[in-house]
């Protein structure tokens, strides 16, 4: 087959883009062709002949016209080249599959946003249009999406058919698997951040916003015993402008221990390196980067509102209320750094017996299937 896959920007390490490419990689093992369409292309070109990078140049200036303007050069480019199928992974309507990693807009807009502005600025209006798109009844357009939550929202908002929707498994690197030299691994990364036996390394990984929770982070370590609080060092590894969360680090007093490396290409050796992952996001659709944690053996500890909280909570054991509540995440940060020993005995039974690798396999069998 012939496949146009759709994505506004490509860069390394991105957590949509991780999953664009694998797809991308599986379907060219299946020996399809397949053609990436994207205004920007950051880091190496893949090397596979079965596939190609095309660059969409873009004329607009505000994020939500480029994003129409990206949506009507797609089809048109397309159109003209006759591809099998047409697949989004972002919110552009008309396509055969749309691989759904984000939450719902109309769910989440409303929380952060007044009616009004919603229902006037062209920006948001531009959004929801696309996303309606894509939803409502009656089209052709098939959603890959990652977890239950968003299927529950789908349909909430726009009565979306449940035969249109298709729950993928979790899809992580497989580079993050606990091996048989990880203790060598570790140690090794351990040393390399001048970290000795007896402190605590926390760790946090994504885009450094306040969408992540960092202020979260950074507010529960300062509520630990001081005793316990003087051997964790927290390491936040993601691209982002760390300033606001320097200063609040320093006001709660906190800033030695707290650590902002940027990007980092050495994730799954990080991940070893750790003892407990800390992810209290405001809103994450997913979060691959929890599934990749589990999977070296690195117990989790997230809020509910990440996609996939019910990995962890299976894991651990740790569960935690929707809504967010600080008390009760720092109360069960204090219970797992105070039992890391039987957590991370857990994490490992467990990850040895989860599926955390199939999702670009399933979610080619579905386009194959369809179309």
């Keep these: 087959m012939r496949l146009a896959f759709a994505i506004f920007k490509y860069f390394p390490h991105g957590g949509l883009q991780c999953d664009?490419?694998?797809?991308?990689?599986?379907?060219?093992?299946?020996?399809?062709?397949?053609?990436?369409?994207?205004?920007?292309?950051?880091?190496?070109?893949?090397?596979?002949?079965?596939?190609?990078?095309?660059?969409?140049?873009?004329?607009?200036?505000?994020?939500?016209?480029?994003?129409?303007?990206?949506?009507?050069?797609?089809?048109?480019?397309?159109?003209?080249?006759?591809?099998?199928?047409?697949?989004?992974?972002?919110?552009?309507?008309?396509c055969d599959f749309y691989f759904a990693a984000d939450n719902c807009l109309a769910e989440e807009l409303p929380k952060t946003r007044p009616a009004w502005q919603l229902r006037l600025l062209p920006r948001y209006r531009s959004y929801l249009k696309q996303e309606k798109s894509i939803f409502v009844p009656n089209l052709n357009t098939r959603i890959l999406h990652i977890t239950e939550q968003q299927k529950q929202d789908f349909q909430h908002h726009y009565n979306t058919e449940t035969e249109r929707l298709f729950l993928l498994p979790p899809g992580m690197n497989p580079?993050?698997?606990?091996?048989?030299?990880?203790?060598m691994r570790r140690e090794l990364q351990r040393r390399q951040l001048g970290l000795s036996a007896e402190q605590?390394?926390?760790?946090?990984?994504?885009?450094?916003?306040?969408?992540?929770?960092?202020?979260?982070?950074?507010?529960?370590?300062?509520?630990?015993?001081?005793?316990?609080?003087?051997?964790?060092?927290?390491?936040?590894?993601?691209?982002?402008?760390?300033?606001?969360?320097?200063?609040?680090?320093?006001?709660l007093d906190v800033a030695k221990q707290v650590h902002f490396?940027?990007?980092?290409?050495?994730?799954?050796?990080?991940?070893?390196?750790?003892?407990?992952?800390?992810?209290?996001?405001?809103?994450?659709?997913?979060?691959?980067?929890?599934?990749?944690?589990?999977?070296?053996?690195?117990?989790?500890?997230?809020?509910?509102?990440?996609?996939?909280?019910?990995?962890?909570?299976?894991?651990?054991?740790?569960?935690?209320?929707?809504?967010?509540?600080?008390?009760?995440?720092?109360?069960?940060?204090?219970?797992?750094?105070?039992?890391?020993?039987?957590l991370k005995a857990k994490t490992r039974t467990y990850a040895e017996n989860a599926d955390f690798y199939s999702r670009a396999a399933k979610a080619i069998d579905i386009i194959e299937k369809y179309s």
């Design 20 to 94: 664009m490419m694998r797809l991308a990689q599986e379907a060219a093992r299946r020996k399809h062709q397949v053609s990436i369409y994207t205004s920007n292309w950051q880091g190496e070109m893949p090397l596979d002949e079965n596939i190609s990078v095309n660059l969409i140049t873009q004329q607009r200036r505000s994020n939500h016209a480029r994003a129409i303007e990206f949506e009507a050069k797609f089809h048109a480019l397309t159109q003209e080249r006759q591809y099998d199928a047409l697949v989004a992974f972002n919110r552009i309507g008309g």
């Design 175 to 183: 580079a993050c698997k606990r091996g048989q030299d990880a203790e």
């Design 200 to 251: 605590i390394m926390l760790i946090q990984i994504g885009a450094l916003t306040l969408g992540k929770g960092v202020d979260r982070n950074l507010e529960a370590l300062a509520q630990l015993p001081l005793p316990l609080r003087k051997q964790v060092q927290f390491y936040f590894v993601g691209a982002g402008k760390p300033g606001k969360f320097q200063t609040l680090a320093r006001k």
């Design 261 to 342: 490396p940027g990007a980092r290409s050495d994730v799954p050796d990080l991940l070893l390196a750790a003892d407990l992952m800390s992810h209290p996001a405001r809103n994450e659709a997913a979060g691959s980067v929890l599934i990749e944690s589990l999977a070296a053996g690195t117990p989790v500890l997230c809020s509910a509102e990440c996609g996939f909280s019910n990995y962890p909570m299976e894991a651990t054991g740790l569960h935690l209320s929707r809504p967010y509540q600080a008390a009760e995440y720092q109360k069960n940060l204090l219970l797992a750094l105070q039992n890391l020993p039987e």
